[in-house]
């Protein structure tokens, strides 16, 4: 698979994604395991918890794949997933009263949308060649059309 020529941001927030989805990922195994040696509880079923929490935390690792990858794709998941991290951070400082661990998570989340929406990611998301503006580039079709013109150009 050939890379796309995405910018160093994309691919750092696409490594940093990966930590709290393999925290995710984690958790979910210890969830399973603890759930197993327990007596079964009405109301709670081990099984789905654990799965939504390992599903769930795959999907993440996807994302943060495609972005590592500098698939355009990834972006979007990827903002979702900071969004979710810096609520969590939020959360554990604030009503969890728990800042050690919520300010270096709420920090994560923070980065990872920096990193996401500077002017190389927006660019690269954008379709933008340099020197283009956005204006430009929505004319000739954004990303889209960059990648037909590709396609185009492949064929000669």
């Known amino acids: 698979m050939k890379l796309s020529p995405a910018p160093r941001e994309v691919r750092l927030a696409g490594a940093v994604i990966a930590v709290p989805s393999l925290a995710l990922l ?3 195994v ?6 197993l040696g ?4 009405p109301g709670n079923n081990v099984y789905v ?3 939504t929490f390992i599903v769930v935390a795959l999907a993440f690792l996807a994302a ?16 979702v997933i900071a969004l979710i991290v810096v609520g969590l951070g939020w959360y554990l400082l604030g009503p969890s009263g728990e800042p050690a ?12 949308l920096v990193l996401l929406f500077r002017a190389p990611s927006r660019a690269w998301a954008l379709g933008l060649r340099e020197g ?4 430009e580039a929505a004319e000739r079709g954004g990303l889209a059309g960059r ?9 000669d």
Request: aromatic share 8%; no cysteine.
């Open 26 to 28: 984690v958790f979910g």
């Open 30 to 35: 210890i969830v399973l395991v603890n759930g």
């Open 38 to 41: 327990s007596p079964a509880q």
């Open 49 to 51: 918890e654990s799965g």
């Open 64 to 79: 943060s794949a495609g972005l590592v990858l500098g698939q355009t794709w990834a972006r979007s998941p990827g903002v």
């Open 101 to 112: 661990w919520g300010v270096p998570i709420a920090l994560f989340g923070i980065a990872t």
């Open 132 to 135: 283009e503006t956005e204006t």
């Open 147 to 155: 990648r037909a013109e590709r396609e185009g150009q492949d064929e």
